[in-house]
């Protein structure tokens, strides 16, 4: 089975409250939720619709091109909207904890997205979906990916969970186990039956059982840490290049000069 029903211990919860209403529940928070940090979960976006802008689902960052969702958040609103591709719909949210924030965030629209290959919406089976941007993403300090888990999680493991409040419906947030101080992505929420996770447990994903399609199918690839740094590195080495190469043709053209 890909996913789990289970009571896990919500050690964090982004502003802590459901994100249906920012304004008018803002006592709605998870069970045992704290307030948190960007800085402490920047893998954390948020699906937003377009027009008008606001929050529809969750999820986390894989690389520099590709988010990972719940496939049901996906194919509900594309039922929804059947008419319109989803790029057209929705975009992507990075780097900001706070909703209400505009500041030290990043939007990325999305360029496509796919299912697993054996999702099935009606039986709730693998309910992973991926999603890719259309512009790279940039990290720094509030923006970063988070290594896939590739292996089951100790029984009686403490796992975090992130959300903007767990409402029903609110789905797709990420489900992580830290450990050496590195935090790995080891499922993404796929249901909640009350909001808020209020004395009924929520269901989740199980990534690892997926892992080897997320890192075939988004190209996973750890060596960009810094895409910016990588952009200038590329743009120093380039502008070399050309300043030797017109060395090269000084010399060249000199020479052809002193045998005239």
């Given at each position: 089975m890909g996913r789990w029903l289970g009571v896990v211990l919500f050690r964090a919860a982004l502003l802590c409250i459901c994100a249906a209403s920012l304004q008018a529940h803002?006592?709605?928070?998870?069970?045992?939720?704290?307030?948190?940090?960007?800085?402490?979960?920047?893998?954390?976006?948020?699906?937003?619709?377009?027009?008008?802008?606001?929050?529809?689902?969750?999820?986390?960052?894989?690389?520099?091109?590709?988010?990972?969702?719940?496939?049901?958040?996906?194919?509900?609103?594309?039922?929804?909207?059947?008419?319109?591709?989803?790029?057209?719909?929705?975009?992507?949210?990075?780097?900001?904890?706070?909703?209400?924030?505009?500041?030290?965030?990043?939007?990325?629209?999305?360029?496509?997205?796919?299912?697993?290959?054996?999702?099935?919406?009606?039986?709730?089976?693998?309910?992973?979906?991926?999603?890719?941007?259309?512009?790279?993403?940039?990290f720094n300090s509030f923006v970063q990916p988070i290594a896939l888990r590739k292996g089951p999680i100790p029984e009686g493991s403490v796992v975090m969970y992130t959300d903007w409040g767990a409402e029903k419906g609110n789905v797709g947030g990420p489900l992580v186990i830290v450990e050496g101080g590195q935090p790995q992505l080891v499922g993404v929420m796929s249901y909640v039956y009350r909001a808020c996770n209020a004395y009924v447990p929520a269901g989740f994903e199980r990534l690892w059982n997926h892992y080897d399609w997320i890192a075939k199918t988004a190209t996973i690839d750890y060596s960009f840490v810094n895409f910016g740094e990588m952009c200038r590195a590329v743009r120093s080495v380039a502008a070399q290049l050309l300043v030797q190469n017109k060395e090269a043709v000084r010399r060249r053209r000199a020479l052809n000069n002193s045998i005239l």
């Open positions: 803002r006592d709605k928070r998870m069970v045992s939720g704290t307030d948190v940090e960007q800085s402490e979960v920047p893998y954390q976006v948020s699906f937003r619709f377009i027009d008008p802008d606001r929050h529809l689902g969750s999820g986390a960052i894989l690389n520099v091109r590709y988010v990972i969702t719940q496939a049901s958040f996906i194919w509900k609103l594309m039922r929804t909207y059947p008419e319109q591709p989803l790029p057209t719909i929705a975009r992507i949210r990075l780097g900001q904890a706070d909703l209400l924030s505009k500041s030290d965030d990043q939007l990325r629209s999305i360029y496509a997205y796919t299912f697993h290959p054996e999702f099935d919406f009606e039986a709730a089976r693998s309910d992973v979906a991926l999603v890719r941007t259309v512009e790279y993403i940039e």
